[in-house]
């Protein structure tokens, strides 16, 4: 079973940044497939940015050039690094674990961020 613990969520004004992380317990964290993904109430969860097992990312149009999402398999962490937010990146951030091989997939509980002036 692998447990995802998302942090660094909080409340920052618009222009500023904020960095999440996700921590994995899980026994080869370097196979999966990480990605952080948002929801808002009533929208259906979507993806922001994802990183695979062998490092290549891509991203959602909306966040491109302001996140830079980054993992380090010696930690079996992923991070978000969240730059020139705006208000409508407000949303519970979910970090996902996904093997392509095995079609397991895990979420985090989430993390909220608020960007309000």
């Known amino acids: 079973q692998v447990q995802l613990v998302e942090s660094g969520g909080g409340l920052v004004h618009p222009g500023g940044s904020l960095r999440l992380s996700c921590a994995a317990s899980v026994g080869i964290f370097s196979i999966y497939d990480m990605g952080w993904y948002r929801q808002t109430p009533g929208n259906q969860r979507e993806l922001v940015a994802r990183?695979?097992?062998?490092?290549?990312?891509n991203y959602a149009d909306s966040v491109k050039g302001r996140f830079t999402i980054s993992r380090d398999n010696s930690k079996k962490m992923v991070d978000l690094q969240m730059n020139s937010l705006k208000v409508e990146d407000s949303a519970v951030y979910y970090c996902?674990?996904?093997?392509?091989?095995?079609?397991?997939?895990?979420w985090g509980t989430g993390t909220l961020v608020t960007v309000s002036s």
């Open positions: 996902n674990a996904a093997n392509t091989y095995s079609g397991s997939d895990y």
């Open positions: 990183i695979t097992s062998g490092g290549t990312t």
